[in-house]
């Protein structure tokens, strides 16, 4: 939990906080971008919520937390917070919330499919998640981008039977090799190494392109991004990967890391291109 002593200085004054353990992963200025801003290294509270519907998207930051930074002086019914997840995004797309320390707070997602679910990454394992995702289906496949954001892979594994899926990296049910490859009409795997050895992109139905740590969007710029800084492999790989995409069309950004974002897929392209073209 929390820890009110840690509150940091430029919390606003009332009820929600974030104390010193935060770890800048960005996920709560994702969730509640009204209430949570980055000051530093870390998030703080820019602004109490205002309202109930403020309020819910402050307590769904506060459950997905990855190192329980963010708090409240008063005791609070968390519950309804708890069930907002997994979180529609569009169509059958889901975010999964409850981010995991061992994945830095990587973002992981559900795709609900007739065929069978597929989780791509992982969210921290919690009873109340896996119930959610158990209601509206189980997982069929995990899909795993990089070794960064595994986190607790192998406890859904074990609660729900599915086949992981993996570029070389981790012992899995199902490997990638270093081509694309389609496993199922609406699931291609794209290799996209770079940012680690063993990284890749999934793409659903010609239209959401999951991209780990690849690939996401920079809302103060107002365009595509990718990090040198954090990039462990190679940054020559990475562009190299990053103009491979553009042989495919995509109209979601859905990253690990980072923002994501939907543009119609001309407009994706021009992005696209933009970011090759300043990664050279």
Known sequence: MADPRKRLAGNAPGDFYVDSSCIDCDLCRQIAPE????????SIVGRQPSGPAETLRAEMALVTCPTASIGTESRRDLKAAIVAFPEPVAENV?????????????SSYLVVRSEGNVLVDSPRFTEPLARRIEAMGGVRWMFLTHLDDVADHAK???RFGCDRVMRPGLAVERPLGDAPERLAPDLLAIPTPG????HAALLHADRFLFTGDHLWWEPQDGRLGASRRYCWHSWAE???SMERLLDYSFEWVLPGH???MRLPPPEMRRALEDLV???R
């Open 35 to 42: 209430t949570f801003r980055a000051e530093g290294e870390a």
């Open 94 to 106: 889901h975010f999964c919330g409850f981010g995991s320390e061992k994945s830095f707070g990587g």
């Open 156 to 158: 859904w594994r074990a």
């Open 195 to 198: 940012h680690t050895r063993e």
């Open 238 to 240: 990475q562009r190299r």
């Open 258 to 260: 980072g923002a994501r």
């Open 277 to 279: 073209s300043r990664m």
